[in-house]
């Protein structure tokens, strides 16, 4: 089971090896299907509404392909005088599906491109955009072809995931899952046309969002022109096929992803816990100068200096990082403290209609479960028993967010409700 800091307290940072506060340098390299209706704009807004500072530029020419941007002087002058945090590489429309070139041909000239994004960039984050292809017209037998086109397209680009390193950003997936669980909203410009409108642009910024940051869009204003109701569908869809899980699309595999708990030993001095994955070493940055390279540290702070303190945990797989961090300050170390002997299970996770909460030590208190908007769902409390059994069957598909609350300590979680 993997632990997680309560969402309510977290400003997440990534990018390289620089400050986590830093702004992030991200390139989009593609076409039409890569700029129609500002994709790469709205993602800004995104990630800047979420807490993000990003200094954004593109390479989308229509029609080309990696084909025309293997050998392209202005893409190579883009690569050569920025150091990039972040680069989305899009295949070529009938590249995806292996249609206008040769599968293994593509997969050279991405090598080719990431050989030459890291001569500048060698700490680069890269991920390939998996498009859609769009529905030739309102019929079943079209359904069919491009569910089909799908799959051809989604194991094209996992194999040139697979031979490149290079993690997928699944849109091509979302596309799909909302069409079929939302067939009112059609996401390209028309049928036999594989442009996305503005709502499956919309959804591939979403996603792009969800699978660079690993994490979801929370209490966003950003709805552009769709109702608060249709922004949130989308935005759930997004998250869902990005989140659900990171191995489906190699990111879990070769992205680092960093978190920690903290808990008090006095009101002064906290310790640490790493729940980090996918890393080979970590980096402390306790906020107040210091420093450490250890799993788990304790530190002790003065907050006559200052109220409160931001602790950043870099976890780097490579020369790659994820950053993430939490404030800390007298009054949260008064909130929480060490627990003696104190074990928290929770399974099954997926989960299918019912998951128990398990505690060894004190008895649990109280739960809230959480969806992705940060909204509670429910709140219960629990009077003085070590097991709980929680039902779900009424809520739909997706990640929700638990809080256990034991004693004077909060443990928080992640659960996919299949």
């Known amino acids: 089971m993997k632990r997680i800091t309560f969402f309510i307290f977290l400003i997440a940072f990534l990018g390289q090896s620089q400050s986590p506060t830093d702004p992030l340098n991200v390139l989009f390299v593609g076409n039409s299907i890569t700029y129609f209706n500002n994709l790469p704009q709205t993602f800004k807004a995104i990630a800047e509404e979420q807490g993000y500072s990003i200094n954004l530029d593109q390479h989308t020419p229509g029609g080309t392909g990696f084909i025309n941007h293997v050998n392209n002087a202005t893409l190579y002058q883009k690569l ?35 050989d030459k994004i890291y001569e500048n960039s060698p700490c680069a984050s890269i991920y390939l955009y998996e498009i859609s292809y769009g529905i030739v017209d309102n019929t079943p037998a079209s359904m069919q072809q491009y569910l089909q086109r799908q ?22 997936e979302a596309f799909q899952t909302s069409i079929q669980q939302n067939p009112n909203h059609f996401l390209w410009n028309g049928y036999g046309d594989i442009h ?24 966003s204003a950003i709805n552009l022109t769709f109702s608060v109701n249709d922004a949130n569908l989308f935005r759930n869809v997004a998250q869902t096929v990005s989140l659900n899980d990171l191995d489906d699309w190699n990111i879990d595999t070769l992205v ?3 978190n920690f708990d903290v808990a008090s030993i006095n009101s002064t001095t906290a310790s640490f816990t790493n729940t ?26 003065d907050f006559t200096v200052q109220p409160e303190y931001n602790v950043y945990l870099t976890a780097f797989k490579g020369c790659k990082a994820h950053h993430f961090t939490r404030k800390v300050s007298q009054a949260t170390l008064s909130n929480v403290t060490v627990a003696s002997q104190q074990e928290i299970k929770v399974y099954p996770n997926p989960v299918t209609n019912y998951f128990t909460i398990s505690a060894t030590g004190d008895s649990i208190y109280k739960y809230q479960l959480y969806d992705t908007l940060g909204q509670e769902i429910r709140a219960v409390e629990v009077v003085s028993q070590n097991q709980v059994n929680v039902d779900m069957s009424d809520l739909s598909s997706g990640i929700y967010y638990l809080q256990v609350q034991v004693a004077n300590q909060s443990y928080n979680y992640q659960m996919v409700k299949n």
């Open 80 to 114: 050569d005088n920025t150091v990039w945090d972040y680069v989305i590489l899009q295949p070529g429309s009938n590249e995806s599906p292996a249609f206008s070139q040769p599968l293994a041909s593509t997969i050279a000239r991405a090598v080719v491109l990431r």
């Open 151 to 172: 799959t051809l397209i989604k194991n094209n680009l996992m194999q040139m995931s697979d031979a490149t390193s290079i993690p997928l950003a699944p849109v091509g």
């Open 196 to 219: 996305p409108n503005a709502k499956g642009s919309f959804i591939g910024a979403c996603t792009f969002y969800n699978s660079i940051f690993q994490k979801p869009i929370l209490n």
């Open 256 to 258: 680092a992803h960093a």
């Open 276 to 301: 980090s994955t996918n890393y080979d070493t970590l980096l402390w940055n306790f906020g107040d100068g210091m420093t450490s390279t250890i799993a788990n540290p304790t530190h002790a702070y």
